[in-house]
T-cell receptor, first 112, second 115 residues
Framework: AQTIHQWPVAEIKAVGSPLSLGCTIK??????LYWYWQATGGTLQQLFY??????VESVVQLNLSASRPKDDQFILSTEKLLLSHSGFYLC???????????FGSGTRLLVI | GDSVTQTEGPVTLSEGTSLTVNCSYE??????LFWYVQYPGEGPQLLFK?????EKGSNRGFEATYNKEATSFHLQKASVQESDSAVYYC??????????????FGAGTRLKVIA
């Protein structure tokens, strides 16, 4: 069975500090990978997607970047956090052949 | 562009009553329609999907019919329970030429069921 693991579970960071969030998918080769952001009480906004190692497409510009260094790993990062980066970050994967998403349990980020 | 509009929450119901969460969508393509459910502190999870018009999807007592003519996909449950308290998202997905699926989520409807 496939599993998706996100880390860390939660972070409190200062404005201007760097950030790195991780996501690993086990049990599935060559998944499509996605990063989503959810403001408190808000809807889900797709940030990035990747269909293969080393290739990441940006959907929304939020002063964030993403990378896929390995087939099963997806990283979200920034060198300087803004207050507006606070929220719930979700990683998701899907098969190439269909669009069903499986979401991770998310990372809650508070920027102060 | 594509859009999904759903019932604005929060919705508060008593246990045993019926639920309808309206969902309307706009797209020029032929999407698959989804309902996702998100419990507090967790990521959304797929409730069910319907890839074809005029078909019905269902899971855990929830159901919705893909109405292409009305561009609607309303979520219904005959008798809600306290454990159904969650946020419900309607979504559509279209396949893109790049191999990615474009997903559009509605704003979410928070449901609270009281005993």
């Amino acid at each position: 069975a496939q599993t998706i693991h996100q880390w860390p579970v939660a972070e409190i960071k200062a404005v201007g500090s760097p950030l790195s969030l991780g996501c690993t998918i086990k049990g599935k080769s060559s998944p499509n990978l996605y990063w989503y952001w959810q403001a408190t009480g808000g809807t889900l906004q797709q940030l990035f997607y990747s269909i293969t190692v080393g290739q990441v497409e940006s959907v929304v510009q939020l002063n964030l970047s993403a990378s896929r260094p390995k087939d099963d790993q997806f990283i979200l990062s920034t060198e300087k956090l803004l207050l507006s980066h606070s929220g719930f970050y979700l990683c998701a994967w899907s098969h190439r052949s269909n669009s069903d998403y499986t979401f991770g349990s998310g990372t809650r980020l508070l920027v102060i | 562009g594509d859009s999904v509009t759903q019932t604005e929450g929060p919705v508060t119901l008593s246990e045993g009553t019926s639920l309808t969460v309206n969902c309307s969508y706009e797209t020029k393509q032929y999407p698959t329609l989804f309902w996702y459910v998100q419990y507090p502190g967790e990521g959304p999870q797929l409730l069910f999907k319907v890839p074809k018009a005029n078909e019905k999807g269902s899971n855990r007592g929830f159901e919705a019919t893909y109405n292409k003519e009305a561009t609607s996909f309303h979520l219904q449950k005959a008798s809600v329970q306290e454990s159904d308290s969650a946020v419900y998202y309607c979504a559509l997905s279209d396949r893109m030429g790049t191999g990615n699926y474009k997903y559009v989520f509605g704003a979410g409807t928070r449901l609270k069921v009281i005993a």
